[in-house]
């Protein structure tokens, strides 16, 4: 959920929102009205590992190419006589 704070009540209650973004929040911080800042969790960042179970759930929901289509549309799209 976004939520709109004027930037007294963020300087004001800072722990407070921090929490909140902790928890999930987003704030969407003003001054004089106008939207100026955004405050939201960061996402966490890339993953080194994969599990073989989400990989097999991932290839399993993915759409199916035809190899031999394939092949022959990028044959035609890109020269291969160079």
Do not use: C, W, Y
């Amino acid at each position: 959920m976004r939520r709109t704070i004027p930037q007294r009540d963020l300087r004001n209650e800072n722990a407070k929102v921090i929490d909140a973004v902790t928890a999930g929040e987003t704030f969407v911080v003003t001054r004089n009205g106008e939207p100026v800042a955004e405050l939201r969790p960061i996402r966490g960042g890339r993953r080194t590992f994969v599990s073989r179970d989400e990989i097999a759930r991932l290839a399993s929901t993915g759409v199916r190419i035809d190899h031999r289509k394939f092949r022959a549309e990028l044959d035609h799209a890109i020269d291969q006589g160079v």
